[in-house]
């Protein structure tokens, strides 16, 4: 087809077209430069290598006051009356916030999720340790810590549990009667599909187990925190947040409320952050108090949990678990059923059972949760809300595996598929989305086995005896690939003017993973501009917010938004390079290429030029033009100049601003809106000391099938850490309490056992492409998921290398050696 028969192209339209995405990509680029290429430097390296990255715990302010807060003794208890006055009369002190204060009568929005009421300084504390009563703001740390210890509080205790199903009991005093006053078990959430009744009559054999899993938490580098300081009438807010847009519209409401055009919002670089923090309901209190603080004294206030207080809640999967399968002896699983009592779990609704629901053929599955509520810290998806789901599979498949003497692996390829349907009835439907038809799992299985050695190292539980005179083990276990959970995002884009360097505006939390840099690299190959020239601007608002960096919706949503971005401004460029680029009433600016249409050029290294003649070029900065005395438009200096209709000199260039936005909208997975074609496998070699219980790793082995690679740092940087993380979880991870007194004993870094890069063996990370993802280009979100899939593995392995269930996690040595019946 000529040019002149071409349509055009509505880059806009596409955008509006490809929301709630759920199909193959129609429009992926025929060539990438940038994205995919292994080497590309982090936007953000030099400054973190180097130690310049600024943090919100860095940030200090010309009179800056520091504030603490009073926290609680007792697992379970009121204050009745408070004397402060002592404190008052410190030097240094200079405001005391207390729960009683007038101002702080009622609610307020300060969650990180949604906005919500509650008491910024409550009065009734429902774990020990949980922040209360009264708020000191003084000329350091130090001297608000002296004088919190000299605050006299009466105490009512109360009565408080710690064991979930204890809590659950007829008769268990209430932990939450002030929220939840009728009972501690607060939500039950049924989910499944098919009749498990019917499944388990089909079965050959049934089988029950139960598991555990013990409470762990986010602590990270930085500490929760945050900085208010009035500009007149203009709040100044630092947050250390993934969700400023949340914020934001937050602190909006806050004092009588603050018009968003008059808060200026810094989000700078996080120091960790796993959600956790970010998703409780009192998430922004520290910052509301700042501000009242701040109004008060006239000056900039900075609050910061200490270490212990940094140990608030922890992960939403702590809890005893009920699970019952039945199976054909081929391995077909025909019905599972499991029952779940989660401990002070915030959002039960992501379930237990969804991962059997939504990747497996198995047509009968039943999940129930019982939320109950003791007195421990709130539970939240804590680098990811889905850890239930995924030690749920992994146990499953592996149990059935030992149950009938076969290679897990073999099971789990045997039951892939989704929604109860087998592999042909998925394939069928990727073929009818767009997407190349691919056996995901059966990719990164073989991938997985050949680099861990499988087929030679696997062997019956407990019949592999070392050397050293450890048992040896192996695992496996796999899942679907991250999706996009949900998510909208809009992008901002322009070229600078000069040099013709690209800037992205979109307000975000940077929490580490290299996110930034994908989206470089996607805006780069867009535009058609190398890579070094493009910058994400992310740590200040100017108007545009993307989706946050959680549920794996940094690049399936953010991703889309940055090339809708990208693609809507190189077609304003090339548009305005055909046209005259600006008339008035004295005179008009030729077009860069007369005579042609936009279609007619094409950019390449930041060169705009004719596609049937290359040597008719321009470079994007030329085009552009620099800034001069005549203002950013138009310059005088070294510049042709035109006559216009008045006799007035007037220079060529007048080249309106290169700047446009874009935006992407897409529903959740969760909802069931989308089958998930892609896959991961993992894998686990594990040396066990049948005497002291210890287990040491020696090789881990992740396979992510990515659909498309953006940028192989945070992928792969995804999936070692990720290793890292979740064997932590897995093996030494967990929050101890006294159950006398119901203080936690622990909460430090020291006795809180956080594994480092030396703890474990070889960990090698594999990524598969079969672009079978609704992201742009076919990616899929790799976030959050090996560190989410890994905790429950070391069970598995353990198992294979003695031949007894550890069920209860993490596996530490005492409950190794209670299985073997030595403890």
């Given amino acids: 087809m000529s040019n002149?028969?071409?349509?055009?192209?509505?880059?806009?339209?596409?955008?509006?077209?490809?929301?709630?995405?759920?199909?193959?990509?129609?429009?992926?680029?025929?060539?990438?430069?940038?994205?995919?290429?292994?080497?590309?430097?982090?936007?953000?390296?030099?400054?973190?290598?180097?130690?310049?990255?600024?943090?919100?715990?860095?940030?200090?302010?010309?009179?800056?006051?520091?504030?603490?807060?009073?926290?609680?003794?007792?697992?379970?208890?009121?204050?009745?009356?408070?004397d402060t006055s002592e404190a008052e009369k410190l030097p240094g002190v200079r405001c005391?916030?207390?729960?009683?204060?007038?101002?702080?009568?009622?609610?307020?929005?300060?969650?990180?999720?949604?906005?919500?009421?509650?008491?910024?300084?409550?009065r009734v504390a429902h774990f020990q340790g949980e922040e209360c009563g009264a708020y000191v703001v003084a000329d350091s740390e130090e001297i608000a810590e002296n004088a919190l210890r000299t605050i006299k509080v009466e105490w009512e205790q109360r009565p408080f549990l710690l064991d979930v199903e204890k809590a659950i009991a007829p008769g268990a005093p209430l932990t939450n009667p002030e929220e939840f006053p009728d009972s501690n078990l607060w939500m039950v959430y049924n989910e499944g599909h098919g009749d498990v009744e019917k499944g388990f009559a089909q079965a050959d054999k049934v089988i029950e187990f139960k598991w555990t899993f013990g409470l762990n938490t986010w602590a990270g580098p930085e500490r929760p925190c945050g900085v208010w300081r009035w500009n007149g009438d203009f709040a100044e807010v630092w947050v250390k947040q993934q969700r400023p847009h949340i914020a934001k519209r937050a602190i909006s409401t806050w004092f009588g409320g603050i018009p968003m055009s008059k808060i200026d919002l810094h989000c700078l670089y996080q120091g960790a952050s796993f959600g956790g923090w970010t998703q409780m309901a009192w998430n922004l209190a520290g910052t509301y108090l700042a501000g009242?603080?701040?109004?008060?004294?006239?000056?900039?206030?900075?609050?910061?949990?200490?270490?212990?207080?940094?140990?608030?809640?922890?992960?939403?999967?702590?809890?005893?678990?009920?699970v019952k399968v039945?199976?054909?002896?081929?391995?077909?699983?025909?019905?599972?059923?499991?029952?779940?009592?989660?401990?002070?779990?915030?959002?039960?609704?992501?379930?237990?059972?969804?991962?059997?629901?939504?990747n497996t053929k198995i047509p009968h599955v039943r999940g129930r949760t019982e939320a109950a509520w003791v007195n421990k810290g709130h539970m939240v998806p804590t680098r990811c809300e889905m850890n239930i789901n995924c030690y749920t599979v992994n146990l499953v498949f592996n149990h059935v595996a030992d149950a009938l003497g076969m290679d897990p692996v073999e099971v789990a390829l045997l039951?892939?598929?989704?929604?109860?349907?087998?592999?042909?009835?998925?394939?069928?439907?990727?073929?009818?989305?767009?997407?190349?038809?691919?056996d995901s799992l059966r990719e990164c299985v073989e991938k997985g086995k050949a680099a861990i050695g499988w087929g030679e190292k696997w062997h019956a539980p407990g019949t592999k005896k070392l050397p050293n005179g450890r048992m040896h083990g192996l695992g496996f276990t796999w899942t679907h690939e991250w999706d996009d959970s949900a998510g909208s995002s809009e992008i901002g884009m322009y070229f600078e003017r000069n040099d013709g360097?690209?800037?992205?505006?979109?307000?975000?939390?940077?929490?580490?993973?290299?996110a930034e840099t994908a989206y470089c690299q996607i805006a780069a190959d867009e535009l058609g501009v190398p890579v070094e020239t493009v910058r994400f601007k992310h740590m200040d608002d100017a108007g545009f917010f993307t989706m946050t960096p959680d549920t794996s919706t940094n690049l399936s949503v953010n991703g889309w938004a940055v090339r809708n971005a990208a693609r809507i401004l190189k077609q304003k460029l090339l548009e305005t390079a055909v046209a005259p680029r600006a008339k008035t009433q004295l005179t008009c600016f030729p077009p860069a290429f007369p005579g042609l249409k936009p279609e007619d050029?094409?950019?390449?290294?930041?060169?705009?030029?004719?596609?049937?003649?290359?040597?008719?070029?321009?470079?994007?900065?030329?085009?552009i033009g620099p800034s001069g005395a005549m203002g950013p438009i138009t310059s005088t200096v070294g510049e042709p100049l035109l006559v216009g209709k008045e006799g007035i000199d007037y220079p060529y260039r007048g080249t309106p601003p290169m700047f446009d936005h874009g935006w992407h909208i897409q529903h959740g997975t969760y909802l069931g809106v989308r089958l998930k074609f892609c896959r991961q496998a993992h894998f686990m070699e594990v040396e066990v000391d049948p005497e002291t219980g210890a287990v040491d790793i020696t090789k881990i082995v992740t396979v992510n099938d990515v659909g498309k690679v953006i940028n192989w740092d945070g992928c792969e940087g995804q999936a070692y850490g990720?290793?890292?993380?979740?064997?932590?979880?897995?093996?030494?991870?967990?929050?101890?309490?006294?159950?006398?007194?119901?203080?936690?004993?622990?909460?430090?870094?020291?006795?809180?056992?956080i594994p480092t890069l030396m703890d474990y063996g070889d960990i090698e990370t594999i990524m598969v492409e079969t672009g079978m993802g609704y992201g742009p280009y076919g990616t899929v979100g790799i976030g959050e998921d090996v560190a989410t899939v890994l905790p429950a593995l070391v069970g598995p392995a353990v198992h294979n290398a003695l031949g007894v269930w550890i069920d209860g996690f993490p596996a530490t040595p005492d409950r190794v050696l209670r299985a073997l019946g030595k403890a």
């Fill in 292 to 322: 009242l603080a701040s109004k008060r004294t006239g000056r900039p206030v900075k609050w910061a949990f200490s270490r212990r207080e940094d140990f608030y809640g922890g992960n939403m999967d702590a809890g005893v678990f009920y």
């Fill in 415 to 438: 039951n892939d598929g989704a929604e109860g349907h087998d592999l042909e009835w998925l394939n069928a439907r990727k073929a009818e989305q767009g997407f190349p038809v691919r």
């Fill in 4 to 82: 002149d028969q071409a349509p055009k192209i509505d880059q806009r339209q596409r955008m509006l077209e490809a929301f709630d995405n759920k199909v193959a990509d129609p429009y992926p680029l025929e060539e990438y430069r940038s994205i995919g290429r292994q080497g590309v430097l982090r936007t953000d390296g030099r400054e973190k290598a180097t130690g310049a990255a600024k943090y919100t715990l860095d940030v200090q302010l010309p009179g800056m006051l520091y504030a603490r807060f009073l926290t609680s003794p007792y697992p379970h208890a009121a204050i009745v009356g408070m």
């Fill in 501 to 514: 360097s690209v800037t992205i505006l979109g307000c975000r939390a940077d929490v580490g993973v290299n």
């Fill in 601 to 623: 050029l094409d950019v390449e290294d930041g060169v705009i030029f004719e596609k049937a003649d290359p040597a008719n070029r321009m470079t994007i900065a030329d085009f």
């Fill in 96 to 122: 005391v916030l207390r729960y009683d204060d007038p101002e702080l009568a009622g609610g307020v929005a300060v969650s990180g999720h949604e906005l919500n009421s509650v008491a910024a300084l409550p």
């Fill in 326 to 358: 039945g199976f054909k002896r081929d391995g077909t699983i025909t019905a599972v059923s499991e029952r779940g009592v989660t401990l002070n779990q915030d959002m039960p609704t992501f379930g237990i059972v969804a991962h059997l629901m939504e």
């Fill in 722 to 753: 990720g290793a890292i993380m979740g064997v932590g979880r897995g093996l030494t991870e967990e929050v101890v309490y006294d159950e006398r007194t119901g203080i936690m004993l622990n909460g430090n870094l020291l006795n809180y056992k």
